[in-house]
């Protein structure tokens, strides 16, 4: 190992850092896990991934591959293994204004990105939190703010620059490398690293944002009202519905609608959310006008014990009414999970169902449940969540990879239909028989 490493360092123009290094211990972990790799390769060009991918093929060990390192099951990290960081790699351009085209480092974050693209007027269908990183968000799909007009952030990829297992450099799109860049959109990173993205961005405008909250006590009517009105509701307008926050009363904390209409006419903006306004009390109306590049979160970093368990799933329109008569019911009872609902539809739904690897365009509705605490409680809660979920189930499917905190077979099930997994297999057994790049929702090749 540490003779292949120095020959590794004598070509390389990012960072090699090892155990005992004043860096480690920060290079060492991910947004939510700790690990302890044997080192940790900051690339500072294609070239150096090239060679991190060359090495870590040749030292037998596990491969981590990290963009934002925002993923739950700790993918940007491992123990005794090889970590390749992208952050290096993190350029924001405007290669052509005319199509609005814009290329973007596989190490970006999507904070980053709006902040680059806000002064062009411009913006990309995203996530919700700046820290996210643009590649793990982008390779599983990309549920945010804009996503019922302009679809998932992978909707908006054109083109994406790959290196993969035997160190190769190939560009993927609808005319080079065709099967590679379907699998690309919402196969995860299960195919090589991807140095660089190309998206096609949209002019925007600042946009109404903001939180409106309504008693528990009316979380059943709130909720069904809102999930039947978006079926009719402007595809400017998408809304994430949270019942049982913690930071909030738990079961007694307010049901919160969080909408974001893209676009800054008021009287538009007015008549797209006042039938939410009508739903039920209004408790706190903070819906605001707000430049587009501003209405990202920023990232929470856990303090050290502090576990977080996500799970998720997808309703279709025959099963809303059920799984929101059940999220309703579990919102207000004793220790609930923290409950996200996010509207989907629009322009996702207006993709054929096998475009891309990304499985889910029917559904209306992504459930989120989340438990956060130390790990007795977080332990203590796993059994009342599957409880949950197995009420649930008959009214839910699939799986949303970004908001997973496991990465079992069952869950990649979830995730991945048969024939978009068969479909996926064989991509990946053209670019990466030998599964070096395991450390995902895992397509076997």
């Not at 699998?183 to 925007?204: K, Q, W």
Request: glycine share 12%.
């Amino acid at each position: 190992m540490s003779s292949a490493l120095e020959e590794l360092r004598r070509g390389f123009g990012g960072d090699v850092i090892e155990p005992g290094a004043a860096e480690y211990d920060a290079a060492a972990r991910s947004v939510l896990v700790v690990g302890s790799p044997a080192c940790v390769l900051r690339p500072g060009s294609i070239e150096d991934v090239q060679a991190a991918v060359k090495f870590a093929a040749g030292s037998g060990l596990a491969l981590a591959v990290r963009g934002g390192g925002h993923a739950f099951p700790g993918f940007g990290t491992n123990d005794g293994g090889v970590v390749i960081d992208l952050g290096k790699l993190a350029g924001v351009e405007v290669v052509d204004a005319d199509r609005h085209l814009v290329r973007i480092g596989g190490g970006a974050t999507w904070g980053a990105v709006a902040a680059a693209l806000a002064p062009h007027g411009l913006a990309i269908s995203s996530g919700d939190t700046k820290s996210v990183g643009v590649g793990g968000l982008t390779l599983s799909g990309g549920i945010g703010w804009k996503v019922r007009k302009y679809g998932l952030a992978l909707d908006n990829l054109v083109a994406a620059e790959v290196v993969t297992a035997d160190g190769s450099v190939v560009r993927a799109s609808t005319t080079e490398n065709a099967e590679l860049f379907w699998a690309l959109r919402g196969g995860g990173g299960n195919f090589g690293i991807v140095t660089a993205f190309e998206f096609t961005a949209h002019p925007t405008t600042d946009i109404f944002f903001g939180r409106i909250t309504f008693p528990a006590a009316e979380a059943a009517t709130v909720l069904q009202g809102w999930a039947e009105y978006q079926r009719t509701a402007p595809e400017e307008l998408t809304a994430i519905a949270n019942c049982a926050n913690p930071f909030a009363g738990g079961p007694e904390a307010p049901v919160e609608l969080h909408v974001a209409f893209d676009g800054d006419d008021p009287d538009a903006a007015a008549a797209a959310i006042d039938p939410i306004r009508r739903l039920g009390t209004v408790l706190e109306d903070a819906v605001t006008l707000r430049p587009a590049a501003e209405i990202l979160e920023d990232g929470m970093v856990p303090p050290p014990g502090i576990r977080i368990l996500t799970r998720s799933g997808f309703v279709d329109k025959e099963s809303v009414a059920e799984a929101l008569r059940i999220l309703a019911e579990v919102g207000t009872s004793e220790r609930p999970p923290f409950i996200a609902v996010r509207s989907v539809g629009g322009a996702v739904a207006r993709v054929p169902a096998d475009a891309t690897a990304y499985a889910h365009r029917q559904a209306e509705l992504m459930i989120v449940t989340t438990v956060v605490g130390p790990e007795p409680v977080v332990e203590g809660a796993r059994a009342g969540l599957d409880a949950i979920w197995a009420r649930l189930a008959p009214h839910v499917s699939g799986a949303y990879a970004n908001f997973l905190t496991t990465a079992t077979d069952q869950d990649v099930e979830a995730v991945y239909p048969a024939a978009t997994y068969q479909r996926l297999a064989a991509v990946k057994r053209q670019y990466d028989p030998g599964n070096l790049f395991a450390g995902n929702h895992n397509v076997r090749p």
